[in-house]
C-alpha cells in the first residue's frame, strides 16, 4: 500500500454536504476491472456537461465551469475540503480509487460515511476528521486565498494553516501504523494465521452447521 | 453488569483476536461476491501468489449488469462490451478459485442479497459481509452483516477475517402496530426521515420493537437492507420463530440433528432485556403514513398526502442550500403536494423490495388496472430465478403485463442502471429500490423511493396516490 506520512497541499474546497459515492464515481465507470484510470471521470456528472461514458477521451468533454475542481486556481490540488457525511451510499472502494487517482491525497470534513473512511486507508488516502468550526475556518480561508495550501503530519496527527493555526486529528493507531509505514495489511493479519485457525477449530465444534 | 446487546453477542462470538492497538480480527462465516467489486480483489490474490483462506464460505453470482431481457444467448449476448467483460470475468475467477457460482443462466441467480438468504447461506448468527453496502439486509437474521470495499473483498477472500472495531449500538425501537397498507419499507423510509442520513453513522442499528416483530422475514430484510441508508453500516434484528420458520428447508439450511442444534443455539440470537443501548430512538407505528422522497437523499423523505418543503422556512445554512439545490434538481416547485409529482417511470425491484411479498402487494395493487398512459414504462424486475418462478406459478406475472407492466429477467437493474435499464434526463420514477441520489437511476434522472404497493398505486394513476385511499376505489 502507498505510503502516507506528511505532505503539503494545494486545497481545493467542495461546499456540499452529504456527497455520496455516486457523486464521487458514477456507476457506468464501476465495469472495470482495474483500480487505476478513475480520476478522470471523478465527480463526473458535476464536473462536466455531458454523459460520460467508460474509455471516453474526456479532453474534448464540455466543462462545468461552475465545478470547483475545474477552476484555475485549484488546479493541482491534493487536499478536498468537505461538509459533513462525506462519502455516503454504495461501499466502492472505486470511490478513493478515483480521487487517488485525480491527485488527492486527503480528504478533509467534519464527518465521513463508514464504509468510505474505511475504504481511504487501504489506499493511501488519509481522511482527516475536524470539527465544524475547524472546517468553516478552512472553508472560508481557502476561499479567501489564492493558492491556500495545508501541512498535513499523520506522525503528528495535525493539519496546519499557512496562518500557523494548527489543529489535531484522532486516527486509530492500527490505520495510522500501517500508513506510516505503507503496510499491506493481509499480510500483517496472515501473521495471526495461526489464532485464525485456533478459532475456526473451536468454531467448527461449538457450531459445526456453519462448516456443513 | 449490563446484559449484550445482540450485536455484542455476534462480535463476541466471531473475535478471533484483539489487538493491543484495540482493532479486532473478526472471523467471517459467509462472502457474497458479485461481478462490480470482486475482480480487483481477485487479481490482488493472483499478484500476491495468494491462495483463498476458505473457499466454501464464498458465493457469488452477478447481479449489477446482467441484462434483464432475453438472455438466450447468455454471457455473450450481453450487448455492452464493458459490462460483458466484467461478468465473464467473475466466471473466470469463480473457475480459476474453485468458488461457487450461479451464473446468468442458472435459476439460483439473482441479487446477492435476495440469493444468499433464498438459499439459506444466510443463517442467524453468522457474520456475512460483501462489496456492496446493502450486506445490512442479512441482519434480518441476526446476522452480523454489513458491506465491505475491495480491499477487504480480498482481505476476507485471504485470510477469513476482517481488522475491526466494535461499532456503537443504537436501537430503533418501533411501538406498536403499523396500519394497514404500511410495509416494511414505510417503516425503514420515517426511520430514515427520523434521524437523517448520518444517523447511525458507527452504530449497528437494532430494529425491534411490535412492528417489527410483525414484519414477515421479506419486510424485516427491506429494513435492515436501508440502514446503510441511515449511515449504519449494520442492521439487525433477533432471532423469533418467524426468522427459524424462513430458514428451514433451504438448501444450505442445517439439516437433520444439526438443524435441532442450530435452531438451540439460534435461541440466544437477541438482545438481553438488560442491554445497554448507546443510542435509542422510539417511534410509534400507527404514525408512520406511507411514505415519498422528494429530494435527492433518503432523508429527504415525507408521507404522501404532504407538500415539498419551503427553503425560505429553513434556518440552517447548510440544510437550506441543500434542499434548494435538491428542488432544483427534482424540478419540484417548494409547497407543490407530493401527490402532483407527475412520474415517467415505475421500476418495482431492487435488493430492497424484489421478494416474492413485494411483488405479491404490488400485484394486488395493480389487479384488473391499467398502467397510467402518460407512463413511459412501468418494470417488474424480480430479485432472482426463484422469485420470478414463484411468481410465475402464482399468476403474478399475468397480472403485471395484463396491467401494463413490463415482467424482466432477475438483476439489479434499474436501481443503480449499470445495464440498460435507466431514466433518460430529468425523468420522475416511482422507484421500490434505495437511493434516490443525483444521477443514481440514470444521468439527470430523478428517483422517487416507495414501497412496492405504493410504486404500483402511482404506475396506475401516473402520480403518487395513497395507496390506502386508491384500493377502496
Known amino acids: ?212 | 453488569m449490563a446484559g449484550k446487546t445482540l450485536y455484542d453477542k455476534l462480535w463476541d462470538a466471531h473475535e478471533v483476536k484483539r489487538r493491543a492497538d484495540g482493532s479486532s480480527l473478526i472471523y467471517i462465516d459467509r462472502q457474497l461476491l458479485h461481478e462490480v467489486t470482486s475482480p480487483q480483489a481477485f487479481e490482488g490474490l493472483r499478484l500476491a501468489g495468494r491462495a483463498p483462506w476458505r473457499i466454501d464460505a464464498n458465493l457469488a453470482t452477478p447481479d449489477h449488469n446482467v441484462p434483464t431481457t432475453d438472455r438466450k444467448e447468455g454471457v455473450a449476448g450481453i450487448e455492452d462490451p464493458v459490462s460483458r467483460i466484467q461478468v465473464q470475468t467473475l466466471d473466470e475467477n469463480c473457475e480459476e478459485f474453485g468458488i461457487t457460482e450461479f451464473k446468468m443462466l442458472d435459476q439460483r441467480q439473482g441479487i446477492v442479497h435476495v440469493i444468499g438468504p433464498e438459499q439459506g447461506a444466510t443463517l442467524p448468527g453468522m457474520t456475512v459481509v460483501c462489496g456492496d453496502s446493502h450486506t445490512s439486509t442479512h441482519g434480518a437474521f441476526g446476522a452480523l452483516a454489513h458491506g465491505i470495499g475491495t480491499s477487504e473483498v480480498e482481505h476476507v477472500l485471504a485470510t477469513q477475517t476482517l481488522v475491526q472495531k466494535k461499532m456503537k449500538n443504537m436501537l430503533v425501537k418501533v411501538n406498536g402496530s403499523v396500519g394497514p397498507g404500511i410495509t416494511g419499507k414505510d417503516i425503514v423510509l420515517a426511520v430514515i426521515g427520523r434521524i437523517g442520513t448520518a444517523g447511525g453513522n458507527g452504530c449497528a442499528i437494532e430494529f425491534a420493537g411490535q412492528a417489527i416483530e410483525e414484519l414477515s422475514m421479506e419486510g424485516r430484510m427491506t429494513v435492515c437492507n436501508m440502514a446503510i441508508e441511515a449511515g449504519a453500516r449494520v442492521g439487525v434484528i433477533g432471532v423469533d420463530q418467524t426468522t427459524i420458520d424462513y430458514v428451514k428447508g433451504r438448501p444450505y439450511a442445517p439439516k437433520g440433528d444439526l438443524w435441532d442444534k442450530a435452531v438451540a443455539a439460534w435461541q440466544d440470537l437477541k438482545s438481553d432485556p438488560d442491554a445497554h443501548f448507546d443510542k435509542v430512538v422510539e417511534i410509534n407505528a400507527a404514525d408512520i403514513a406511507p411514505q415519498v422522497t422528494w429530494g435527492t437523499s433518503p432523508e429527504m423523505v415525507l408521507p404522501v398526502h404532504e407538500t415539498v418543503p419551503n427553503p425560505e422556512r429553513i434556518d440552517d445554512a447548510v440544510k437550506k442550500e441543500g434542499v434548494e439545490r435538491a428542488l432544483q434538481y427534482m424540478g419540484l416547485k417548494a409547497d407543490m403536494p407530493i401527490s402532483e409529482i407527475k412520474l415517467d417511470r415505475v421500476f418495482i425491484g431492487s435488493c430492497t423490495n424484489s421478494r416474492i411479498e413485494d411483488l405479491r402487494q404490488a400485484a394486488q395493487v395493480v389487479k384488473g388496472r391499467k398502467v397510467a398512459a402518460s407512463l413511459k414504462q412501468a418494470l417488474v424486475v424480480p430479485g432472482s430465478g426463484l422469485v420470478k418462478a414463484q411468481a410465475e406459478q402464482e399468476g403474478l406475472d399475468k397480472v403485471f403485463t395484463d396491467a401494463g407492466l413490463e415482467w424482466r429477467e432477475p438483476g439489479c437493474s434499474m436501481c443503480l442502471a449499470m445495464n440498460a435499464d435507466k431514466l433518460g434526463q430529468g425523468e420522475h420514477c416511482a422507484s421500490t429500490s434505495n437511493r434516490n441520489f443525483e444521477g443514481r437511476q440514470g444521468f439527470g434522472g430523478r428517483t422517487h423511493l416507495v414501497s412496492p404497493a405504493m410504486a404500483a398505486a402511482a404506475a396506475v394513476a401516473g402520480h403518487f396516490v395513497d395507496v390506502r385511499e386508491f384500493v377502496k376505489s
Open chain 1, 1 to 212: 500500500m502507498k505510503q502516507f506520512t506528511s505532505m503539503n497541499g494545494l486545497v481545493a474546497p467542495l461546499d456540499r454536504a452529504n456527497v455520496d459515492t455516486d457523486m464521487i464515481i458514477p456507476k457506468q465507470f464501476l465495469k472495470s476491472i482495474k483500480r487505476t484510470g478513475f480520476g478522470k471521470n471523478l465527480f463526473d456528472e458535476l464536473r462536466y456537461m455531458d454523459e460520460g461514458q467508460p474509455d471516453q477521451d474526456c479532453d474534448n468533454r464540455p466543462l462545468n465551469p461552475d465545478f470547483v475542481l475545474n477552476q484555475a486556481r485549484y488546479q493541482g490540488a491534493s487536499v478536498l475540503l468537505a461538509r459533513q457525511n462525506f462519502g455516503c451510499g454504495s461501499s466502492r472502494e472505486h470511490a478513493p480509487w478515483a480521487l487517488d487517482d485525480f491527485g488527492f491525497r486527503s480528504v478533509i470534513a467534519p464527518s465521513f460515511a463508514d464504509i468510505f473512511f474505511n475504504n481511504c486507508f487501504k489506499n493511501g488516502l488519509l481522511p482527516i476528521v475536524l470539527t465544524e468550526s475547524e472546517v468553516d475556518q478552512l472553508f472560508s480561508e481557502v476561499e479567501a486565498s489564492e493558492g491556500y495550501a495545508l501541512a498535513i503530519d499523520l506522525e503528528q496527527q495535525t493539519v496546519t494553516t499557512p496562518g500557523g493555526d494548527v489543529f489535531t486529528f484522532e486516527v486509530d493507531a492500527f490505520r495510522k501504523h500501517c500508513l506510516l509505514n505503507g503496510l499491506d495489511d493481509i499480510g500483517v493479519t496472515l501473521e495471526d494465521a495461526d489464532a485464525i485457525r485456533s478459532y475456526e477449530e473451536e468454531r467448527r465444534k461449538a457450531a459445526p452447521w456453519l462448516f456443513a
